[in-house]
């Protein structure tokens, strides 16, 4: 496994994209997609026949030409005329039905392995840690499961079926060719390098356009989906304007690349279909001084011709298709990037299992870390604490101080450069990280609401329980109030982000999910700062209920909100700088002191000071 792979933040871009491995696109890159297309071997089987039957029935049409020429004109002939354009119409049906069979499965075929390869993606993306998504863009990632794979599908469904198609007629033709004519055949080969070599040098300033045009129109997209994710905060500054035009110089560089793209795939496609073309005319001037000499007949003429313009019009929609594949390989790269890119937590090859049933412990021994975009700034330095079944801890201090930090390390959304985190006594790096996430419910600061339904918000992680356990998680949670007063109750679909509940609201919902994860361990993350008092005060209710029975990790800033924490660990810079009770810890005078006085009312300041 090499580095690059191990270490996602390296594959990005000071833009925020995943750095190219290659300066541009080669059609290499679409040669993964043949591993899904090869999961439907049957489907395959099916399209080549198609594509045989509809190929066969093409060149036979000027066998039977040439037959109406040379032999079918004479007065005796009307019958053997008859004949032939009867066998015509055969032909024909066949050609019919083997290009509507073959358009079919391959474009079924394309669509099949497109939907499996943003299935592929898109989980992939679910697997990364955080490290990948502090760098990239959600909008730039987002044009690569939606932009990039409809150009995969364009290619890999009408355009894969007009190459083979004009494959095999290229190859048939030719080899009818030179059956049909050896000498005007040998001018045919004499003038294929000058149209092969155009369509090699100009395919790679098509590829590379390519990839430019697609990387500029991914920037459009991530800088849209930011802004509408953001739309309030636009409007409440003012800055709709400003951001229209922003979009707009976006959207016009995309549709420079796109057009410097197009003119190069144009320009290519021109100069192939004039020297084929060319070409044609020109062994067709030549094959008719054989026929005036009597090496050939007209019919033969006739039947060479008619080859050499299938030739000629395979090669030039080949050039075409070239080009679309060249786009089409770009976007395939695109998506290779994030498929080969693997995350920096996984499960280790053998995990080790978690005790059962769950003990509700957790410890930090030791343990220093940086975020990897970050390095030079310790967020942990020497970190040593743990709490025992059922105990309840209170992480306070200053912002910065790398309370959250201890968080994203307990659920493993990264590692640790030196020290080990223990829960249940088992190392964190030695266990699965699915199960051991299983055993952590969180309450945000910032409730993540999707926007679905509240019970399926409030089941989201337990997607099986049934009414009766979210109607008890809501309760419990002190929502199912607010919950029935909803036009649809529980079925009422609550926007996007939760738009349409207050900050309250969104927190309780957040509670009833952790109380129906029933997890042995809980952390909550400043679970009441954004709120009022009102709020706060039912949150504080609903947390305490959640609280009862499990082993707590509470970050807060508010000092009053943990006052009944068993224990309070003071951070500063990456460091626990004091430990103990509320009481002791005014009576030490130190950091958690100088926090109180400026936090508590001024009887609670009063009080503080007579207590040192």
Known sequence: MSQQHRNPERNISKEGRPKDRLA???????????????????????????LVIASVATLAVPLAVRRVIDFGFGQDRAELVSAYFGMLILVVALLALGSALRYYFVITLGERVVADVRAAVFARLTSLDPAFFDAAKAGELTSRLT????????????SISIALRNVVLLIGAVALMIWTSPTLSSLVVFALPFIVLPLVFS??????????????????????????????????FGMEGETARRFARAAEDAFDAARIST?????????????????????????????????????ELSQFVLYAVFAASAMGQLSEVYGELAQAAGSAERLGEIL??????AAPANPQPLPEPPVGSLALAGVHFTYPNRSDIPALDGIDFALKPGERVALVGPSGSGKSTVLQLLLRFYDPQQGRILID???????????????????????????????DNIRYGQPDADETAVRNAAEQASAHGFIMEMPQGYDTLIGERGVTLSGGQRQRIAIARAILKDAPILLLDEATSALDAESEHAVQEA???????????VIAHRLATVRSADRILVMDGGRIVESGDHDSLIKRGGLYARLARLQFADSDAARAEAAQ
Do not use: C
């Open 24 to 50: 541009r696109a080669n059609l290499a890159a679409l040669r993964p997609l043949l591993g899904y297309a090869l999961r439907y071997k049957g489907r395959i089987a099916a399209a080549m026949g198609a």
């Open 147 to 158: 932009a990039d794979t409809t150009q995969i599908k364009s290619a890999f469904g009408a």
């Open 203 to 236: 395919g790679r300033k098509v590829r590379r356009r390519s990839r430019i045009a697609q990387d500029r129109l991914a920037d459009a997209s991530a800088y849209a989906s930011e802004a509408v994710g953001a739309v309030r905060t636009m409007q409440a």
């Open 263 to 299: 003119r190069a795939r144009a320009f290519l496609t021109g100069t192939i279909i004039f020297l084929v073309s060319s070409s044609v005319v020109l062994i067709l001037w030549y094959g008719a001084q054989g026929v005036m000499r009597g090496d050939l007949s007209a019919g």
């Open 340 to 345: 080969e890119t693997l995350p920096n937590v």
């Open 425 to 455: 006594g088992v190392p964190a790096q030695r266990a699965d990280p699915a199960a051991l996430r299983r055993r952590i419910a969180l309450v945000p600061q910032e409730a993540t609401i999707f926007g679905a339904s509240v019970r």
């Open 543 to 553: 947390l305490d209920h959640l609280m009862q029975g499990r082993t707590t990790l």
